[in-house]
């Protein structure tokens, strides 16, 4: 059971660790201009994305195929604007044992989908490498792969984040390197 309540240790890379299973409803307020991936599924798209991406959002929830919800000269563009406050992304995970989130100024936003399962890729370009445009589709590649060969993927999305050195595996969330 849990005996100590919320676990503050920081992950360090050292062995697994164990929760028990919950739902999140979580908010990350970050400076205005950031964009920010996260576990479980974005429930604020309309405060803080522009109706072009959302509707290219809708499109990558409907399709096999790439649609990118932030383009290259978006993402360039952005880093560029310092805008001055902040803004709140909200997320609800359901039936997770943790969450994560990350945060830039100029994550490109790629996504794509299979079985009603949103597959997604944020990464800064082009510190992260050329390999990263294909990400999106390398991880619906895997959910379909996973889910046909061992268990169905049990949860609505799937994220691919270019993240720090060794990488961490979250529910919906993974940072690679």
């Not at 709140?88 to 997770?96: D, E, G, L, Y």
């Given at each position: 059971g849990d005996v100590r309540g919320w676990n503050t240790d920081p992950y360090l890379g050292q062995g697994e660790f164990y929760l028990e299973y919950g739902d999140f409803d979580y908010a990350v307020t970050v400076p205005a201009g950031y964009v920010v991936a996260g576990s479980g599924v974005l429930q604020n798209a309309n405060e803080v994305l522009t109706a072009e991406q959302r509707q290219r959002l809708a499109t990558a929830s409907r399709t096999a195929s790439v649609v990118q919800i932030i383009t290259q000269a978006e993402a360039a563009a952005a880093?560029?604007?310092?805008?001055?406050?902040?803004?709140?992304?909200?997320?609800?995970?359901?039936?997770?044992h943790d969450v994560a989130w990350a945060a830039a100024p100029d994550f490109r936003w790629d996504a794509t989908s299979w079985n009603g399962i949103l597959t997604q890729a944020y990464y800064e370009f082009p510190k992260a490498g050329k390999a990263w445009e294909s990400a999106a589709e390398q991880t619906q590649w895997s959910i379909r792969q996973y889910s046909e060969l061992f268990f169905p993927f049990p949860w609505p999305q799937a994220t691919s984040v270019a993240g720090p050195v060794g990488g961490m595996e979250y529910p919906m969330f993974v940072m690679v390197h």
């Open positions: 880093k560029e604007q310092r805008k001055t406050g902040t803004r709140t992304w909200r997320f609800r995970a359901r039936n997770v």
